[in-house]
């Protein structure tokens, strides 16, 4: 299982992109519980500190597709870099002002959320050139939702041991440093210099006119949504026995299952078309959430949690194939960060549906939100199989990439061209 991983960070350059890449995305990863431990330190409220984040969230979704966009007419570096140095003066806005002015306070994350630069679709857009071969690639994307993982898992300690070493003013500021370093280390890299997208059809509709970038954008709103609610279902539950560490254990192990899930997913080829490998992963994604709503004492229920944590990363990984088989040609950035924001509007959906859902019927209902969620995913994968069996584009082996010393790719398969 190592050696395939190995075997790709061992590329020139993977190791590089792989560790900016992470490092650049901290303040997007971060930004919630620094944005919470600010504001209170600040002597905000919650729910001010709830809305301040919110505000942040909305307008990381709204900037990513547009960014996408721009790198894809302009390239990475172009887009990345400034974006990235703009992102993080909002938050430093917000670090120094504090919230003596509350207009000013939610135009610095407004800022911060716009500008963040879409790093994670530009990974995904440069593996290509980067590896060349499509199996490659395949276990890069694997290898790429594990990393979110960890990322996802790291970042929040990182921001506590700040506060705990500093304060959370310090905490943002290092954290936001940390990501212009990060997007630098990308941005000044090869491959990132030299990549450039597919000449693209100019259309109003951009990746969006894909009908099935639709689709699949339309599953996976219900994937966000169902692990948006397990986030506010287990607090309920934890609240439930008494012990916030339990909150905890169930994230630890929801967040362990996905990191087993995705190695074991990326350590092996797959056979058969990826639109038809997503609908089995989805089913088993709705099958593992399903579970929860039985919430049976805590060791059961942390078992349960690692379940269905297992397929949400190959489900992911999955995924970034679909999207790259069915972006319109020129616009695979764009269509990445579409799967960024669908998957993020769907989470903020999920914490605003389990709420409600706790306080009419408990704790399983909040989890059943979770089961749902997973059902109505593969309903949208199966209602549109046919859209998803026809790629949208067919897009040429990259000339002068990787692919000629190691291997040609498969007929078809590139996301952008050197210049």
């Known amino acids: 299982m190592a050696a395939g991983y190995l075997d790709i960070l061992r590329t020139r350059h993977a190791a590089r992109l792989l560790a900016g890449t992470l490092v650049g995305r901290l303040p997007n990863g971060t930004a919630h519980i620094a944005i919470v431990l600010f504001t209170r330190a600040e002597g905000g409220s919650y729910t001010l500190a709830g809305a301040l984040a919110a505000a942040y969230g909305l307008a990381t979704a709204a900037g990513q597709p547009l960014l996408g966009r721009a790198v894809d007419l302009h390239g990475q570096p172009r887009v990345q870099l400034p974006a990235a140095v703009v992102s993080a003066l909002g938050m430093a806005a917000l670090a120094l002002l504090g919230l003596g002015s509350l207009p000013a306070a939610y135009a610095a994350v407004v800022v911060a959320g716009v500008f963040t630069p879409p790093l994670e679709g530009g990974l995904r857009a440069l593996w290509p050139t980067v590896l060349g071969r499509e199996d490659r690639v395949h276990r890069a994307y694997a290898m790429d939702a594990v990393a979110q993982e960890v990322m996802f898992t790291v970042g929040p300690l990182l921001v506590t041991v700040l506060v705990s070493l500093r304060s959370p003013a310090a905490a943002l500021l290092v954290i936001n440093a940390l990501g212009v370093l990060g997007a630098l280390s990308v941005v000044l890299s090869e491959p990132s210099r030299t990549w450039r997208s597919a000449p693209r059809e100019a259309h109003w509709l951009g990746a969006l006119r894909s009908r099935g970038l639709l689709a699949l954008l339309g599953a996976f709103f219900f994937v966000g949504l169902a692990l948006g609610s397990i986030t506010v279902a287990g607090v309920a539950y934890a609240d439930d026995h008494g012990r916030e560490s339990v909150y905890g254990w169930l994230m630890a192990a929801l967040g362990l299952g996905a990191l087993v899930g995705g190695a074991v997913y990326g350590a092996r080829q797959w056979a058969g078309p990826p639109e038809r490998r997503l609908r089995v992963v989805v089913a088993l994604l709705a099958l593992g959430y399903l579970p929860l709503m039985l919430t049976p004492g805590v060791p059961a229920m942390t078992a349960l949690a690692a379940l269905a944590g297992v397929f949400l990363a190959p489900a992911i990984a999955c995924s970034f194939i679909v999207v790259d088989r069915h972006a319109p040609q020129g616009t695979v950035t764009e269509a990445f960060s579409w799967l960024v924001t669908t998957f993020g509007v769907g989470a903020a959906a999920g914490t605003a549906v389990a709420g409600p859902a ?52 498969e007929p078809g398969f590139s996301s952008g061209h050197k210049a």
């Open 358 to 409: 706790v306080e009419l019927g408990g704790t399983a209902w909040s989890f059943a939100v979770a089961g749902a969620g997973g059902v109505a995913a593969l309903l949208v994968l199966l209602a549109t199989g046919r859209v998803l069996a026809a790629p949208g584009r067919t897009p040429a082996v990259v000339a002068g990439s990787e692919n000629d010393r190691n291997g040609a790719a």
